[in-house]
C-alpha cells in the first residue's frame, strides 16, 4: 500500500500570508504513460464532506480560488494558499490515486493567527 | 443536480450487521465506479471500497476485508455496502463518492454521509 503523510499537522497563519502544506508518499504516483501525478487536494470545513481543490497534483478544480495551488511531482507534493482568508480555516486532505486502496493524509488544521 | 443520498446507518452491537444505500440522481449511475470512504469522529478520511461500473470488480481496504461486501443496482440507481461483523473501530460516518468529472481524478462528488456507531 502506498503511504501518505501530511506536514504539519497542524498551521496557523495571519490572514493574507502565505500557508504551505507539503505531501509526501511513500512511492511515486507518476504515470509514466500519460505523465500525470494521480495526487489529489481536499479541503473539509467542520459538519461538511470534503471538497476537492487540486487534481493531477496542479489543475484547479473549476470554481476553486486562484489563491490555491499545487506543486510537485512523483512523491513530494506542496499546496500552498498564497493569501490566507478567513473562510480557508478547515482540514486539509491530500489522496494517492495510483493505485487502490487510495489512501489518504492524515490531513492538516489551518488556523487563523 | 448530480446528487448523493446515503442511508442506513445507525447504532448497531458489535458483531452485528448493517448495509447502508446511497441513491444516486442526476448522472448516467451505470457509467461511474463509485467508491464508500469513511470517517471516524474527530479522524481523517479512510477509502473503504471500490465497485466498478458492470459490478465485476471490487476493491477493499484491508481493515474491511472479508466483513464489507459492495454492490450496486444500476436499474435502481443505488450503490450498497453490506457491513458484517462490526467492531467498535468500524464506528465513523460513511460517505458515497465518486469521481465525475472526465478531466480529473478525484473524489469530487460526495454525499453528505451517514453515521455508524458500532456499541453495546
Partial sequence: DIVVTQSPDSLAVSLGERATINCKSSQSVLYNSNNKNYLAWYQQKPGQPPKVLIYWASTRKSGVPDRFSGSGSGTDFTLTISSLQAEDVAVYYCQQFYSTPYTFGQGTQLEIK | ?120
Wanted: include cysteine; aromatic fraction near 12%; hydrophobic fraction near 35%.
Fill in chain 2, 1 to 120: 443536480e448530480v446528487q448523493l443520498v446515503e442511508s442506513g446507518g445507525g447504532l448497531v452491537q458489535p458483531g452485528g450487521s448493517l448495509r447502508l444505500s446511497c441513491a444516486a440522481s442526476g448522472f448516467t449511475f451505470s457509467n461511474y465506479w463509485m467508491h464508500w470512504v469513511r470517517q471516524a469522529p474527530g479522524k481523517g478520511l479512510v477509502w473503504v471500497s471500490r465497485i466498478n461500473s458492470d459490478v465485476s470488480n471490487t476493491s477493499y481496504a484491508d481493515s474491511v476485508k472479508g466483513r464489507f461486501t459492495i454492490s450496486r443496482d444500476n436499474a435502481k440507481n443505488t450503490l450498497y455496502l453490506q457491513m458484517n461483523s462490526l467492531r467498535a473501530e468500524d464506528t465513523a460516518v460513511y460517505y458515497c463518492v465518486f469521481d465525475y468529472d472526465p478531466k480529473g481524478a478525484a473524489f469530487d462528488i460526495w454525499g453528505q454521509g451517514t453515521m455508524v456507531t458500532v456499541s453495546s
